[in-house]
């Protein structure tokens, strides 16, 4: 065959996000802005993970509102529905029937060291659920059933990411190739964003210290006054600098901004004092999120154009998650119907 007529696969990408509370910076530089630059290389799909949301208490009334904004987000910050089928967790039966059978091939020792569920179960003690706990089955059910072969996420994921490519090659070893082997996508920049508040743990939408986070929704006003309040250090220098976890989340924000290195950054602000280097990161953030917020607005009242759209994702995912569903059921030996 000629070689102009022998046409590479485009490779498969899915990834999702918990409308656990409105997407913040750290979702928007670590993750969203990576999807939509993916879309064009590849066959991306992706979620409104709201099955994995509830693994902590959510408010029905204020959940339901985030699951919409949620998906009125992702649209508004540029992933095309028509190019990348966008769907919502629950709509489609495949993911939990999946991740109970993964369930059954994931050990209680490897579940028990990923971190986020030792923090999460720090932070919500009072409900450390078998959820919590299995989470990462049911994030590995979301990945394996599209055969994704990479999965864009922050840096904070690659643990889950580690255990969905074990239980994958566990159960092949067992059954023989039914699943792909998943890779992580982690961006070099803005892959951990961290706390305006205490800059040595990530930026959280869950975080009750609402100063902690920016949130793509946030009045101009709101994010201003977010970044002034920002916790740094006493050395009054914008420099990268070890014990300046503050300083260096800024330049870190503000580079992946502008695109701006580091070095240019310091550059820029030397000789100046913290309250403009403050000024101006949060000057840059205003107006990344102005059009971002634009479209969620005109979104968000066009309740019919987005039901069109989850539905038509969840019509699509349903498709292609079956077979994939169907495939390892029969190699377990089910009865299928
Ligand atoms: P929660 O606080 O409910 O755990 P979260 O804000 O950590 O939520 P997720 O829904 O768990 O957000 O993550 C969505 C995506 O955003 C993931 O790909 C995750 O890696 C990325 N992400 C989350 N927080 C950050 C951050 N601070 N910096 C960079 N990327 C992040
Ligand atoms: N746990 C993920 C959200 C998520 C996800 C996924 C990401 C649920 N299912 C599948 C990638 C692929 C998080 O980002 N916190």
């Not at 910076?25 to 939509?36: D, F, I, Q």
């Not at 009054?236 to 950054?265: C, F, P, Q, W």
Request: with cysteine; aromatic share 8%.
């Amino acid at each position: 065959m000629p070689e102009t007529e022998i046409k590479e696969k485009k490779k498969i990408i899915l990834s999702a996000i918990q409308p656990s509370g409105t997407f913040t910076l750290g979702n928007y530089l670590g993750a969203l802005r990576n999807w939509v630059r993916l879309q064009d290389d590849y066959n991306c799909i992706f979620a409104v993970a709201d099955l994995h949301a509830i693994t902590v208490r959510q408010d029905p009334k204020v959940f339901k509102k985030n699951i919409l904004d949620a998906y009125a987000l992702l649209l508004a910050c540029g992933i095309d529905p028509e190019k990348s089928p966008t769907f919502i967790q629950s709509h489609v039966p495949t993911h939990a029937q999946l991740a109970w059978v993964l369930n059954c091939y994931t050990q209680f020792g490897e579940l028990s060291r990923m971190t986020q569920f030792k923090d999460k179960s720090q932070k919500h003690a009072d409900n450390v659920n078998a959820g919590l706990f299995t989470y990462p089955s049911l994030m590995a059910a979301d990945i394996l059933l599209y055969k994704a072969d990479m999965v864009p996420v922050g840096a904070d994921q690659k643990q889950h990411l580690e255990i969905a490519r074990n239980i994958a090659e566990r159960f092949n070893g067992i059954y023989g190739n039914t699943f792909t082997l998943p890779e992580p996508y982690i961006a070099s920049t803005g892959a951990r964003v961290m706390s305006l508040q205490d800059p040595t743990r990530k930026m959280s939408k869950s975080d009750e210290n609402t100063n902690a986070w920016v949130a793509l929704l946030d009045k101009p006003e709101t994010i201003m006054k977010k970044f002034r309040r920002a916790v740094t250090d006493s050395e009054a220098v914008v420099r990268v600098g070890e014990g300046k976890d503050g300083i260096n989340n800024l330049i870190g924000i503000m580079s992946v901004i502008t695109g701006k290195t580091s070095e240019e950054i310091e550059k820029d602000f030397e000789g100046k004092g913290y309250g403009d280097f403050k000024t101006a990161v949060g000057e840059a953030v205003v107006e990344e999120l102005r059009p971002i917020q634009q479209r969620f607005d005109e979104l968000i009242k066009n309740k019919d154009y987005l039901e069109e759209q989850y539905k038509k994702g969840a019509e699509f995912a349903l498709r292609i998650s079956q077979r994939t569903l169907d495939k390892a059921m029969k190699k377990i030996g089910f009865v299928l119907r």
